[in-house]
T-cell receptor, first 112, second 112 residues
Framework: DTGVSQDPRHKITKRGQNVTFRCDPISEHNRLYWYRQTLGQGPEFLTYFQNEAQLEKSRLLSDRFSAERPKGSFSTLEIQRTEQGDSAMYLC??????????FGQGTRLTVV | KNEVEQSPQNLTAQEGEFITINCSYSVGISALHWLQQHPGGGIVSLFMLSSGKKKHGRLIATINIQEKHSSLHITASHPRDSAVYICAVWVHYGGSQGNLIFGKGTKLSVKP
């Protein structure tokens, strides 16, 4: 499968714990995006990478959130000291310069 | 007011009916996506278009750049078309490299 893959698909964690999600984009795509989607809402932009450079960050991305794309390939999104409000679906997408975006299956986070 | 508005929010149809979902946006865009999301997560891109009309099977997408409006049509609807359909636009703010702004989605249910 050469699509966008995300791991894990589901994560249940206790409030206050740290969690890390991984996204593997389509290999030739240099742009990678993270979005967050809460129930009944459309996805909201979190951050964006072009190759290894993080070019944009939403104000939604508090200082508890950090994202990396160390070699311009896979990316990780870490949430520190999770809160119940962090419960959401975290989506990753990738694209080449002018192609359409391809999305992963998402990681559903539940903070209890 | 959201930058991307979809209507209707919910739509119930009988199998075989012709379906139209509308999307209006208030920002300058470089392209527009129609996306499909089934319960449990993953998003699939149906179309990306920046002008005119595209057709894929029973799905047709149109866009009018001057009117800032797009429509997604489904002909001969089928219960397997039941999903949330999301309109998303690529926008550029100032020096931004661009990201996707999503509508809230239209939940379609097709009854047999």
């Amino acid at each position: 499968d050469t699509g966008v893959s995300q791991d894990p698909r589901h994560k249940i964690t206790k409030r206050g714990q740290n969690v890390t999600f991984r996204c593997d984009p389509i290999s030739e795509h240099n742009r990678l995006y993270w979005y967050r989607q809460t129930l009944g809402q459309g996805p909201e932009f979190l951050t964006y990478f072009q190759n290894e450079a993080q070019l944009e960050k939403s104000r939604l991305l508090s200082d508890r959130f950090s994202a990396e794309r160390p070699k311009g390939s896979f990316s990780t999104l870490e949430i520190q000291r999770t809160e119940q409000g962090d419960s959401a679906m975290y989506l990753c997408a990738s694209r080449a310069v002018v192609t359409e975006a391809f999305f992963g299956q998402g990681t559903r986070l539940t903070v209890v | 007011k959201n930058e991307v508005e979809q209507s209707p929010q919910n739509l119930t149809a009988q199998e075989g009916e012709f379906i139209t979902i509308n999307c209006s946006y208030s920002v300058g865009i470089s392209a527009l996506h129609w996306l499909q999301q089934h319960p449990g997560g993953g998003i699939v891109s149906l179309f990306m278009l920046s002008s005119g009309k595209k057709k894929h099977g029973r799905l047709i997408a149109t866009i009018n750049i001057q009117e800032k409006h797009s429509s997604l049509h489904i002909t001969a609807s089928h219960p397997r078309d039941s999903a949330v359909y999301i309109c998303a636009v690529w926008v550029h703010y100032g020096g931004s490299q661009g990201n996707l702004i999503f509508g809230k989605g239209t939940k379609l249910s097709v009854k047999p």
